[in-house]
T-cell receptor, first 110, second 114 residues
Framework: GEDVEQSLFLSVREGDSSVINCTYT??????LYWYKQEPGAGLQLLTY?????DMKQDQRLTVLLNKKDKHLSLRIADTQTGDSAIYFC??????????FGRGTSLIVHP | EAQVTQNPRYLITVTGKKLTVTCSQN?????MSWYRQDPGLGLRQIYY???????DKGDVPEGYKVSRKEKRNFPLILESPSPNQTSLYFC?????????????FGEGSRLTVL
């Protein structure tokens, strides 16, 4: 079945770039997503990329997709304390319903 | 305001006492789903519903029931809760016609079973 893997923790200094990585196994993935969960809240879609794209940029966020290696990354430039959250990688295939990774806790320290 | 509303947000109960967590969405979404979130395990899907009167098991359905009598509501029922069902529960919905699979989440219901 589908599997999405990501590391559990990432710690960065305020102002540095953060890179959160994710690998997936479903070769029929159509969309790949990054969701953000702030403390005490539900998940919110941060960004997504269609599988025929290599890169998507949205202000401080850059998503890179290597479809050959089934590797997805999220880069956050100039990381701020407000970026501290859990980031979930997810992918969807023909059903268009996402399968989630376990989430990466991003800790931003001064 | 477009939203997914869950109730209660917090609940402490005892083993065996039936409870229901309600979920309602006002976006006319066909798809609805329940997840549980546990430390180190991420999000695991419990049940989902593609439309009214259509429900299917997710990855961890044991000990749970759902119903989808109306499009907007998707309650999660624990007939006889046990301590291993202590968790943070999320309801989510999605418009299937959007094709991107974006899920809209409620704020979560933290359940403790003693």
């Amino acid at each position: 079945g589908e599997d999405v893997e990501q590391s559990l923790f990432l710690s960065v200094r305020e102002g540095d770039s953060s890179v959160i990585n994710c690998t997936y196994t479903d070769s029929s993935s159509t969309y790949l997503y990054w969701y953000k969960q702030e403390p005490g809240a539900g998940l919110q879609l941060l960004t997504y990329i269609f599988s025929n794209m290599d890169m998507k940029q949205d202000q401080r966020l850059t998503v890179l997709l290597n479809k050959k290696d089934k590797h997805l990354s999220l880069r956050i430039a100039d990381t701020q304390t407000g970026d501290s959250a859990i980031y979930f990688c997810a992918e969807s295939g023909g059903s268009y319903i996402p399968t989630f990774g376990r989430g990466t806790s991003l800790i931003v320290h001064p | 305001e477009a939203q997914v509303t869950q109730n209660p947000r917090y609940l402490i109960t005892v083993t065996g006492k039936k409870l229901t967590v309600t979920c309602s969405q006002n976006m006319n979404h066909e798809y609805m789903s329940w997840y549980r979130q546990d430390p180190g395990l991420g999000l695991r899907q419990i049940y989902y519903s593609m439309n009214v009167e259509v429900t299917d098991k997710g990855d961890v359905p044991e000990g749970y029931k759902v119903s989808r009598k109306e499009k907007r509501n998707f309650p999660l029922i624990l007939e006889s809760p046990s301590p291993n069902q202590t968790s943070l529960y999320f309801c989510a919905s999605s418009p299937r016609e959007a094709r991107t699979g974006e899920l809209f989440f409620g704020e979560g219901s933290r359940l403790t079973v003693l």
